[in-house]
């Protein structure tokens, strides 16, 4: 298989399918409040995160206002996103971390916030790819990684090999475009349990397409 080939045709035929594909699914004004919505979604939805960050960031629109919340009032505010006795941690110390290291501002390089608690390589890559425009790396989120796979791109279960994979057979002017279609396409048609691959636009060529 060729995959450098076989991505761009996925590519080109998913522009058409999905136009209007978001940046992201997560409310977001500034690059703070994407960061911290980001560190929330993990092992949740993108629409739970949406229902509780408008009361916190009117309780803690900034940096300097989170790193000094307390922890019960924050998990207060975040209980529906689940695990949020480490989510409010990581959320209050790097809003800390972002006062204390880079002047109340999110960083715009993948070295420096990754040194954020609760940052991964994945919320990361959505914070420099969404908010600043900048490819340091692919967003390899729960779509992106089993679309992927299905789709031949990656043969890899963890984050990290993937995101490897698709960045060793996509030029870098596209990764952006890639997660973001590819995320609609994950959302939308192939899903995890029920993929619709009759009304797939790329069931030509996916090896796991069953019609
Ligand atoms: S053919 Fe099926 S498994 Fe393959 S990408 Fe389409 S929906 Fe997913």
């Not at 679309?147 to 952006?176: C, F, M, N, Q």
Request: include cysteine; charge should be positive.
């Amino acid at each position: 298989m060729n995959a450098e080939r076989n991505a761009q045709i996925v590519l080109d035929a998913l522009k058409k399918v999905y136009p209007d594909a978001p940046k992201t699914y997560l409310n977001w004004d500034n690059p703070f409040q994407l960061l911290i919505s980001t560190i929330l979604s993990a092992n949740t939805t993108d629409a739970c995160v949406n229902k509780v960050t408008p009361n916190l960031f009117k309780n803690y629109p900034t940096p300097r206002k989170l790193m000094n919340a307390s922890q019960e009032d924050v998990i207060e505010l975040i209980r529906p996103c689940g695990t949020y006795n480490r989510k409010s941690e990581y959320i209050i110390s790097s809003a800390r971390m972002l006062v204390e290291e880079f002047e109340g501002k999110v960083p715009k390089s993948m070295n420096d916030l990754v040194k954020l608690k609760g940052v991964s390589r994945k919320t990361a890559n959505v914070v420099l790819s969404v908010a600043f425009g900048i490819n340091e790396g692919i967003v390899v989120d729960t779509h992106v990684k089993r679309v992927s796979k299905r789709l031949g791109l990656t043969e890899e279960k963890y984050p990290k090999k993937v995101e490897r994979d698709l960045i060793a057979i996509l030029p870098e002017s596209l990764w952006y475009e890639y997660a973001r279609l590819i995320g609609a396409h994950g959302r939308q048609t192939c899903s995890a349990r029920s993929p619709d691959c009759s009304n797939c636009a790329v069931n030509e060529i996916c090896p796991s397409a069953q019609i």
